[in-house]
Every structure is written in structure tokens, then in C-alpha cells.
Antibody, heavy 122, light 108 residues
Framework: QVQLQESGPGLVKPSQTLSLTCTVS??????????WSWIRQHPGKGLEWIGY???????YYNPSLKSRVTISVDTSKNQFSLKLSSVTAADTAVYYC??????????????WGQGTLVTVSS | SYVLTQPPSVSVAPGQTARITCGGN??????VHWYQQKPGQAPVLVVY???DRPSGIPERFSGSNSGNTATLTISRVEAGDEADYYC???????????FGGGTKLTVL
């Protein structure tokens, strides 16, 4: 069964770039059929979709974050990554990686990683 | 952009039925997915495509979707069902995933 695990710094300074990696186990990213996603949750708040990537490199981003977001994939390591530039305190959140099932954008996210808290502070 | 509206909270006694709504313009034309999130944990899919259940999710969890409202129904509620519940759709007009604001289910 596929499992996802986020990793990266828990503290990022304002104006810097937040970088996170999601390692996939129990299945291969390059097998296709899924989109690999990033979703965040501000403290005590709801869920916000950031974007996702296909193993081929095709990406889709939340329009509100698009100018600052880059999602990339490394099939050799079975990982995908998130970079969010010019961060502010408003980017403090728990960041989740998740698998979006199938080729249709109408599909659901399952499974999810456990999440990692990233705090933006000097 | 498309907005999904959920009640902030729903309370129900053990053994009773909880209904959590998700409102959106013509949501009945979209596929709605529901997630359960317990404190300190990642969300877990409980219903997909309006009314289908992933393997391992109890039959007590069911969903429906029509008109401007989708509903997650939890029958015979247990203390362990206490959690936040989120609905989710894809909005084709803005090309983005949309989540509802979440509903906290309290088991009295």
C-alpha cells in the first residue's frame, strides 16, 4: 500500500523559499495514473490545495499561489517536491503531500502523508 | 471562484444519525469527496464520487449529492467519529481544487 512522507525544514525565514520533499513508498511515481499533490492547512483552519504534478512533469497550480509555487518530480528517487518562494508569516501551515487518483481532475486525494509543520519566522 | 459552504459545527448523540452538508452552486453536477480529520492527524478519505466508500470505511458512512447541496451522513454515530469533516470538488471554471471550510462533528 502506498505511503507518503513529507520532509524538510520546519522553520523558514521571511522572504526566503520554502522547500519540501515527499517520498513515496509502496508504489512507483513513474507507473502513471496518478497526480502527486501538495495541500496545506493553516493553524486551526481549513485545507488549501497548492498544486499537483504528473510523473511526466505536467503541473497544475492553485491560481492564487501560482506565481510563487514550483512543484517538481524526481522519478529516480520516487520523490516530488514543493518550492514556495517569497514566504511570509501567512505561509505558516501544515503542509501535506497526497496522491490524487486517476487522470481526471474531478478525482479525490488518497492517501495523504502525515503532514509537516512549517513556520515562517525570523 | 467556486465556494463550498459547510456548517462550522454539528452535534449528535451516540447512536444517532449525523448529517453534514456542503453547499455550492449546482454542486449536484460535480463529484463531491469527503474527508475525515481527527486532531493532529492527516485527512482520511471517507466518501468519494458523491456516495462511494473506500475499502475499510464503515458502511455507516454514506453520501448524497443533488441540486445545491451534498450531504455526508454518518449513521449510528460513535465517539470515535468525532472529527472535522471536509468536502472537496474540482471547479472546472477556475481549474482548481476547492475544499469546504470544514465541519466539526461533536459526539455528545
Amino acid at each position: 500500500q502506498v505511503q507518503l512522507q513529507e520532509s524538510g525544514p520546519g522553520l523558514v525565514k521571511p522572504s526566503q523559499t520554502l522547500s519540501l520533499t515527499c517520498t513515496v513508498s509502496g508504489g512507483s511515481i513513474s507507473s502513471g495514473g496518478y497526480y502527486w499533490s501538495w495541500i496545506r492547512q493553516h493553524p486551526g483552519k481549513g485545507l488549501e490545495w497548492i498544486g499537483y504534478i504528473y510523473y511526466s512533469g505536467s503541473t497544475y497550480y492553485n491560481p492564487s499561489l501560482k506565481s510563487r509555487v514550483t512543484i517538481s518530480v524526481d522519478t529516480s528517487k520516487n520523490q516530488f517536491s514543493l518550492k514556495l518562494s517569497s514566504v511570509t508569516a501567512a505561509d505558516t501551515a501544515v503542509y501535506y503531500c497526497a496522491r490524487r487518483n486517476g487522470d481526471s481532475p474531478y478525482n479525490w486525494f488518497d492517501p495523504w502523508g502525515q503532514g509537516t509543520l512549517v513556520t515562517v519566522s525570523s | 471562484s467556486y465556494v463550498l459552504t459547510q456548517p462550522p459545527s454539528v452535534s449528535v448523540a451516540p447512536g444517532q444519525t449525523a448529517r453534514i452538508t456542503c453547499g455550492g452552486n449546482n454542486i449536484g453536477s460535480k463529484s463531491v469527496h469527503w474527508y475525515q480529520q481527527k486532531p493532529g492527524q492527516a485527512p482520511v478519505l471517507v466518501v468519494y464520487d458523491d456516495s462511494d466508500r473506500p475499502s475499510g470505511i464503515p458502511e455507516r458512512f454514506s453520501g448524497s449529492n443533488s441540486g445545491n447541496t451534498a450531504t455526508l451522513t454518518i449513521s449510528r454515530v460513535e465517539a470515535g467519529d468525532e472529527a472535522d469533516y471536509y468536502c472537496q470538488v474540482w471547479d472546472s471554471s477556475s481549474d482548481q481544487v476547492v475544499f469546504g471550510g470544514g465541519t466539526k462533528l461533536t459526539v455528545l
